[in-house]
């Protein structure tokens, strides 16, 4: 019964340590939503080596435009007009091609179009706060948007997210899927947010800072942030032709 | 002699991960919050249609905080094989799954009671890294406020004691009572599966 031949690929474990910590109680809404016994760990399966495949064909022509994807024919969002551009890449430093990444944010005065979000500042009624991207041949992506607004949260008695656009990530397997918040270089509402001190290492925060690329930015339109994007990696990269039997 | 490249075996470190947030369905499922013309639908929503093959099946279920409160902004996703155990995932190297069965599905939490629903088909069995058939399991994602890294777990069926028995997962468990956390209870295409976040009645999540 054991004579079938390994797996294809294994992705390398998780380093728990780098990512936040489950039970973080600075963040509140933490310390009942944290599991308290051990995970079980297992070597990966077919379960977990593959993952759902989105094609470009979903994505429509505005859906990486923040700016224009709500917005009234002829009109924008309000704030300020930042495109953010990246890579995805594994630990390997291998692209991470054709996975869907989905993008959302408060508008440029920090308010979500969300029912439940009741800050006083006002909807901006061009702004929706969602957009989508497929990532190119070479893991490359970019989207554009306006600069959310810090906003006020119920945790602590006066805290503020940072300047923030939440992330999720499919990789080419189940094991990759991620999801992240993007900053923005030099705000000084980062190191202070109980959110991204949940991260204990001051390297896997900078991580999370997305550079002003100025050479990138477009003259009297908009600048553009650069955040590139890490994926697990893999023993073995199941995509080169060898899928069976490396 | 060969080279050898010093350092690490891998350069890069993983982006960490952040919270979801309460407003993850923004990004995720915007049709669902009222954000309406951006997306045709939203994805996930729609596993099976009439031609898939299998049992066709409802999964539903609510994931419950440490104090025993359903969690009414959490978002599950789930992963799962045909009913011939494929997947349908370029990374599928023994064939070509059900073309009629998406294999992933995305719930948003109803936001008044909790609950999430899945119309899917019952998974077939599908090889652990030594051959050994694993029994029928769904695998989940969950993410949402407070949870900072995706929690990952699976669903297996309480009708199939027999694969339940002899799946190579089970075997690494040292707490046997912990099994019972991820069988879906029911049968005859309806289930239901709680998950518990914390407490006694925690549900196993893995490091996979």
């Known amino acids: 019964m054991k004579n079938s031949r390994p797996q294809a690929a294994n992705y390398f474990p998780r380093d728990r340590a780098w990512h936040p910590q489950a039970y973080a109680p600075g963040y509140k809404s933490s310390v009942l939503r944290a599991p308290q016994r051990p995970l079980i760990a297992f070597a990966n399966t077919l379960s977990e080596t593959t993952g759902p495949a989105f094609g470009h064909d979903l994505i429509g022509p505005l859906d990486n435009d923040l700016t224009l994807n709500f917005a009234q024919p002829g009109m924008s969002a309000i704030g300020e007009r930042v495109v953010v551009q990246g890579r995805v890449m594994d630990e390997r430093g291998q692209p991470v091609p054709n996975v869907l990444l989905e993008f959302w944010q408060a508008n440029a005065g920090g308010r979500y179009r969300h029912k439940k979000d009741n800050y006083l500042a006002p909807l901006d009624p061009n702004f929706g706060g969602c957009g989508r991207t497929v990532t190119g041949d070479d893991g490359t992506y970019a989207f554009r948007t306006v600069r959310p607004g810090p906003y006020p949260w119920p945790n602590g008695p006066n805290d503020w997210r940072p300047a923030h656009i939440h992330i999720s990530v499919f990789g080419q397997a189940f094991a990759q899927r991620l999801i992240t918040q993007m900053y923005f270089e030099g705000d000084p509402l980062i190191p202070r947010c109980p959110i991204v001190r949940t991260i204990n290492d001051p390297a896997a925060i900078d991580m999370l800072v997305a550079r002003l690329d100025m050479d990138a930015s477009a003259p009297m339109d908009s600048l553009t942030y650069r955040f590139d994007i890490v994926l697990r990696g893999s023993r073995s990269t199941l995509f080169e032709n060898r899928l069976e039997g490396n | ?208």
């Open chain 2, 1 to 208: 002699m060969t080279n050898v490249t010093p350092g690490p075996l891998y350069p890069f470190k993983e982006s960490p991960s952040q919270t979801a947030g309460p407003y993850v369905h923004i990004g995720l499922t915007p049709n669902f919050c009222g954000i309406e013309g951006v997306y045709d639908q939203d994805l996930g929503i729609a596993m099976v249609n009439d031609k898939t093959s299998g049992e066709h099946i409802t999964v539903e279920g609510r994931v419950f905080d440490g104090a025993g409160t359903p969690l009414k902004d959490v978002l599950v996703e789930i992963w799962q094989a045909d009913a011939d155990g494929l997947y349908n995932s370029p990374a599928e190297p023994r064939g070509t799954a059900d073309p009629a069965f998406t294999g992933w599905g995305r719930c948003a939490a109803d936001q008044t009671t909790g609950h999430f629903r899945f119309e899917t088909i019952k998974p077939g069995r599908v090889p652990f890294t030594d051959g050994r058939l694993q029994a029928p399991h769904i695998n989940i994602w969950i993410v949402a406020r407070g949870i900072n890294l995706g929690l990952n777990t699976r669903i297996y069926f309480e009708d199939e004691a027999d694969a339940n028995a002899a799946d190579p997962v089970f075997e690494r468990f040292e707490h046997k009572d912990r099994v019972a956390t991820l069988l879906a209870k029911g049968g005859n295409g309806k289930y239901s599966h709680d998950i518990h976040l914390q407490g006694p009645q925690e549900t196993v999540f893995f490091d996979i």
